[in-house]
Nanobody, 122 residues
């Protein structure tokens, strides 16, 4: 069983930066494909970013491309979402997800965290 715990969400002004963390336990992040998703009030959950099990491949949603990056620290068993140039429309609960496949990308994931709230004020 994999447990995922997100942290780092907070209230930030537009144009600011945040780094979200996703600490994994139960399996190493090098054995998992990892992803970040977000859900704004009244909207469906949407894909934000993903990194493959090997770490060699990443994907970023068009809406955040150039502003967000995904990375991982194997030693800390943690995946990060670095966010810059934040906009009010980035306001959402951000979820970390994991899957044992080599590449889950924008698809389904087996394991999910509880989410962390990011609020961007204008």
């Amino acid at each position: 069983q994999v447990q995922l715990v997100e942290s780092g969400g907070e209230l930030v002004q537009a144009g600011g930066s945040l780094r979200l963390s996703c600490a994994a336990s139960g399996r190493t992040v090098s054995s998992l494909s990892m992803g970040w998703f977000r859900q704004a009030p009244g909207k469906e959950r949407e894909f934000v970013a993903a990194i493959s099990r090997t770490g060699a491949s990443t994907a970023i949603a068009d809406s955040v491309n150039g502003r967000f990056t995904i990375s991982r620290d194997i030693g800390k068993n943690t995946v990060y979402l670095q966010m810059s140039g934040l906009k009010p429309e980035d306001t959402a609960v951000y979820y970390c997800a994991a899957d044992p496949r080599t590449w889950a990308g924008t698809g389904t994931y087996n394991y999910w965290g509880q989410g962390t709230q990011v609020t961007v004020s204008s």
